[in-house]
């Protein structure tokens, strides 16, 4: 793999400071002590949202607390919480360990269901909504637990003879009591890429189910047996028919949307000639940074999802944020 000069610093949900504490995990009685203890902090989660409220910062504020501006709302181990899938997500620098709770959506009005509820005011809210304004530590406790989460709620039964299986080590393992086969949580690794032509031109494309205007740029899911400079090259043949080369890395993130990672890079386009797979794409265009600016300000193409690396791929490339190419138009 090359990798860029220029990688991607600081991605969303990629700075984790929670030490996950992989040998403590092996401990049978782990869970039960952590529940014990009022020192413990908790952070339930109803589906795929989590209580969040506005971060206060006081003139003292340490080194060690939380930055951005909105924090998880965690609690105490409750006596309920000894029925529940409880997930270890680690322990901070200070010792303090921390643990996920999942429960069903059921009880969130519809105001904190709904997807457009706004991350700036205390309720429960999703990871997409609130990631960019937690912390590090909060949004990589979330982003943990809602990925542990979604493993278990999709893989209770042993793949092997279909006993059901019981969770060990803190949610990081299932084992079955039928075959005594142990199975870890996945995650799916995809490749993000900015392809570019000679002209410096972005190739760009909508899939099937996006609505109109909303653009990014390529990626897909890495096969088994695959590198993943092959799997930019093929996933680029496939959506558009066009080949690559000079692939270089630019940076990764967890995308627990339910599994990923998503790991960028960019790549040098051989042609422009553009060959769609309607199965895959049902748009795709090659747009100057004058012309993917000017689109932005007219609403031609709606902003990148602010979380995604997408959204920092795409900056890398026309070198400025979206937030300053609006303020420009605003201006």
Excluded at 125 to 148: I, N, P
Excluded at 305 to 314: H, M, Q, V
């Amino acid at each position: 793999m090359v990798q860029s000069a220029d990688t991607l610093p600081d991605l969303a949900l990629s700075r984790t400071v929670l030490d996950r504490s992989g040998i403590e995990r092996r401990d049978g009685g782990l869970v039960e002590r952590l529940l014990a203890d009022p020192a413990t902090r908790v952070l339930e989660l109803r589906g795929d949202r989590a209580p969040v409220e506005p971060q206060v910062r006081s003139q003292g504020q340490e080194e060690h607390e939380e930055h951005g501006d909105l924090r998880l709302r965690l609690r105490a181990p409750t006596a309920e919480d000894s029925g529940r899938l409880v997930l270890f997500a680690g322990r901070d620098g200070r010792g303090t360990a921390y643990l996920g709770v999942a429960l069903p959506a059921e009880g969130l009005d519809r105001a904190d269901r709904s997807r457009e509820r706004p991350p700036d005011v205390e309720g429960w809210v999703t990871l997409r909504q609130a990631g960019a304004a937690l912390g590090d530590r909060d949004a990589g406790l979330f982003t943990t637990v809602l990925s542990l989460a979604n493993w278990h709620g999709t893989h209770t039964h042993c793949s092997r003879c279909g006993a059901p299986t019981a969770t060990s080590q803190g949610g990081w393992l299932r084992v079955c009591p039928t075959d005594h086969s142990e199975h870890y949580p996945r995650t799916d690794p995809a490749v993000i890429m900015a392809v570019v032509d000679a002209d410096e031109r972005l190739l760009l494309g909508r899939g099937p189910q996006w609505p109109d205007n909303r653009f990014s740029v390529l990626a897909g899911f890495v096969e088994p047996g695959e590198s993943l400079e092959a799997a930019v090259a093929r996933e680029v043949e496939e959506e558009v028919g066009i080949d690559v080369t000079d692939v270089r890395y630019l940076g990764n993130q967890p995308w627990p949307f339910p599994s990923s990672v998503m790991i960028g890079f960019t790549a040098r386009a051989l042609g422009t000639s553009i060959e769609l797979d309607p199965h895959e794409l049902s748009e795709a265009r090659w747009v100057t940074r004058d012309d993917y600016r000017t689109a932005l300000r007219t609403g031609a193409i709606h902003r990148p999802f602010g979380l995604s690396i997408a959204k920092r791929i795409i900056e890398h490339w026309l070198g400025q944020t979206i937030e300053s190419v609006m303020s420009e138009s605003e201006g």
